[in-house]
C-alpha cells in the first residue's frame, strides 16, 4: 500500500511565511563556507527506482509541501529574518536529476559522489534541495541522494517530508492527483522591499537598544564580558557566555581545519545496541555517543596521542506539535576518552547528556537568536567560527521507519544520514530504520586523516558496548561506579555547557 493515507495522520513541520531568527542565523552564518548547513542522505536500494514515477512523486510532493516551490528573498540589510517567496521560475527537472555510477558501481564510488553533491553549495536563488536518483550500483542495486538546506527543515522534519514518495508495498499506486497549483502572482518589487523593510525594522525594534549596546561593548572589548554578564538579564547573558567561551578544541590530532569531506558509514543491530543501553540504565542516544567517545579515544591512542577528554555537540529535539520545520536544541559537553571500561564511559556520558537535556529545555533559543540578528553579519561569522572551534565532533540521532520501506518501486536496504560539520572534524548521525542503526560519519579529511581507521573504531566500540552490556555486573559496582562520575561530573572541568545558539552543527535531530 501507498504510505500517503498516513500523511494526514503524521504531524508535518509548520512552514512559517518568514525564517525563525535562528534559522535567519544560519542563513546568514552561510557566508563563511565553513559553516554550510546542508544536510543530506544517502539511500540504498535493492534495485533501481522508477525514475518517471518517482519525479511524479516528487511533483506531487512540492504541491503537498508548498515550501518545496518556494524560495529565500533575503531583508533589506541583513535586518531580520528572510522571507519564503513563490519561485516563479521552479523547474522540477533543476531539483530531481538522474545520474549513473561508473563501473564498478562500489559503496565508495556512492558515498563520494555524494559527498561532493551535499557540500556543493545551492543556488540561492532556487527552492534549496534536490534529489539524485542513482542507477548503476553493483548488484544490480539503486540509490538515492537527498540534499536539503537546514531553513528548510531540520533531520525529523525531513523523516516527515519523506512520507510524501515512501511507500509500504514495492508496487503500491500511486497517490491520487492534487490539483496544479496556482501560478505565483506578479508582485511589485518596490512594494515587496517596503514590506520586507517594515518587517525587519519590527525585527529589530524587538530589542531594546540597551542591548545591542552592551553586546556591541563586548565585540570592542572581551574584556568587557564578566563584568556585563552580572549586569545584564537572563538572555544577554547567555549569549555573551557563549561569546566569551572560546577555549580551543581539545584533540592534538584534529587542528586543523578545511573544505575537504569524506563520507564513511557504520550499521549496528537496533535491538542489541536498544537491550544495552537499557542494561546500562540510559537511552539508545547515551549508547550512540559514548561509542563515538570510545571510538575517538581510542583513534587517538593509536596515532600515539592520547587525550583526557574532548569536547562535543549534541543535537536534542525539542519538537512538540506546534513545532515548526526546525525543532531542536544544542549542548556541548566535555565527555571522557581516556582507555577506561566502556561502561563507566557509559555512566559518565549518561550523566552529562542528563544535564544537557535539562538544560535545553530552558534555553531561550529563539530570543538568543534574535539578538545575534541584531549584529552584522561579518561579527556572527566570526563569532560563530571560533565557537566551532571549540567543537572537536557532534553526535545526532534521528528516528525513521521500523519497518521495510520503498521508494518507487526499490525497497530500502540502507539509510545513510549526511549531517553537516559547521567547524567540526567531523559529525556523526545516527538513523534508525527497520531493525538496524545506519550511521553516517561526515568527516573533515584535513582534520581526521585516518578517516577508515576512525570509521574502524567507531565498528569495534559499538560492538564493544553490545558485548559489555551483555555481562552480569553486581548493584554494588553499578552503584559505584555511577557516583564515582557524579562525582566527576561536579568538578568545574567537567561542567555541561549548554549551548543557546544553533551555529555549531545543524543535526537531523
Same mark, same amino acid.
Given at each position: ?139 544490480? !542495486? =539503486?540509490? &538515492? ?7 528548510? #527543515? ?7 517530508? $519523506? /512520507? +510524501? ?71 544577554? !547573558? =547567555?549569549? &555573551? ?7 580551543? #578544541? ?7 581545519? $578545511? /573544505? +575537504? ?92 547528556? $542528563? ?155
Amino acid at each position: 500500500m501507498s504510505i500517503d493515507p498516513l500523511i494526514a495522520d503524521a504531524q508535518m513541520p509548520r512552514f512559517d511565511s518568514r525564517m525563525s531568527d535562528a534559522e535567519g542565523l544560519m542563513w546568514r552564518l552561510e557566508k563563511d563556507p565553513f559553516l554550510n548547513s546542508t544536510f543530506g542522505n544517502v539511500t540504498v536500494l535493492d534495485r533501481p527506482l522508477n525514475f518517471a514515477a518517482f519525479k511524479q512523486r516528487i511533483e506531487r510532493a512540492t504541491i503537498a509541501v508548498p515550501r518545496l516551490r518556494q524560495k529565500v528573498r533575503p531583508t533589506p540589510a541583513a535586518l531580520g529574518a528572510p522571507k519564503w517567496i513563490d519561485d516563479p521560475e521552479f523547474n522540477i527537472d533543476y531539483h530531481v536529476r538522474r545520474i549513473c555510477l561508473p563501473e564498478p558501481g562500489s559503496l565508495r564510488q556512492l558515498l563520494d559522489l555524494a559527498t561532493l553533491i551535499v557540500n556543493d553549495p545551492f543556488e540561492r536563488t532556487r527552492p534549496l534541495w534536490q534529489f539524485f536518483a542513482v542507477d548503476g550500483l553493483v548488484g544490480g !542495486r =539503486g540509490a &538515492l541522494i537527498i540534499k536539503l538546506h537546514h531553513t528548510v #527543515a531540520d533531520g525529523q522534519g525531513g523523516v516527515l517530508l $519523506s /512520507l +510524501q514518495f515512501i511507500d509500504l508495498d514495492r508496487n503500491a499506486p500511486l497517490p491520487p492527483p492534487m490539483p496544479a497549483p496556482l501560478a505565483p502572482e506578479p508582485s511589485i518589487e518596490s512594494d515587496d522591499t517596503v514590506d520586507l523593510l517594515r518587517s525587519s525594522m519590527s525585527d529589530a525594534l524587538r530589542v531594546p537598544l540597551g542591548l545591542l549596546r552592551q553586546v556591541r561593548n563586548v565585540l570592542a572589548d572581551p574584556a568587557n564580558i564578566p563584568a556585563l554578564a552580572t549586569q545584564a538579564n537572563d538572555s544577554l !547573558r =547567555g549569549l &555573551l557566555a557563549q561569546m566569551g567561551e572560546v577555549d580551543p #578544541a581539545r584533540s592534538p590530532l584534529w587542528k586543523r581545519r $578545511s /573544505l +575537504q569531506r569524506r563520507l564513511e558509514v557504520a550499521r549496528v543491530p537496533y535491538r542489541e545496541m536498544m537491550d544495552a543501553s537499557r542494561a546500562l540504565g540510559g537511552k539508545l542516544n547515551t549508547a550512540f555517543v559514548t561509542a563515538i567517545a570510545d571510538a575517538a579515544g581510542a583513534y587517538h591512542r593509536k596515532l600515539g596521542a592520547p587525550v583526557e577528554s574532548l569536547r562535543t555537540s549534541i543535537a536534542i529535539s525539542t519538537r512538540t506539535e506546534s513545532s515548526g520545520s526546525n525543532a531542536f536544541s544544542l549542548a556541548k559537553l566535555l565527555v571522557p576518552t581516556n582507555d577506561m571500561p566502556i561502561t563507566e564511559r557509559f555512566s559518565a556520558i549518561n550523566e552529562a547528556l $542528563s544535564q544537557a537535556r535539562d538544560g535545553a529545555k530552558t534555553a531561550s533559543l529563539d530570543t538568543l537568536a534574535t539578538l545575534s540578528a541584531n549584529l552584522p553579519t561579518s561579527v556572527l561569522t566570526r563569532i560563530a567560527r571560533t565557537q566551532s572551534q571549540s567543537i572537536d565532533f557532534a553526535t545526532s540521532n534521528v528516528r525513521s521507519g521500523g519497518v521495510k520501506l520503498y521508494i518507487a518501486g526499490g525497497l530500502i536496504t540502507e539509510n545513510y544520514p549526511v549531517g553537516p560539520l559547521g567547524g567540526v572534524a567531523f559529525n556523526a548521525t545516527l538513523l534508525s530504520y527497520n531493525g538496524s542503526l545506519d550511521i553516517g560519519i561526515h568527516i573533515d579529511s584535513a582534520a581526521v586523516e585516518q578517516p577508515e581507521l576512525l570509521r574502524e573504531e567507531v565498528e569495534r566500540s559499538l560492538n564493544k558496548l553490545i558485548y559489555a552490556a551483555a555481562q552480569p555486573a553486581s548493584p554494588a559496582q553499578t552503584g559505584n561506579s555511577r557516583a564515582k562520575w557524579r562525582e566527576v561530573f561536579s568538578r568545574p572541568k567537567w561542567s555541561v555547557l549548554t549551548s543557546r545558539l544553533k551555529w555549531w552543527s545543524r543535526p537531523s535531530r
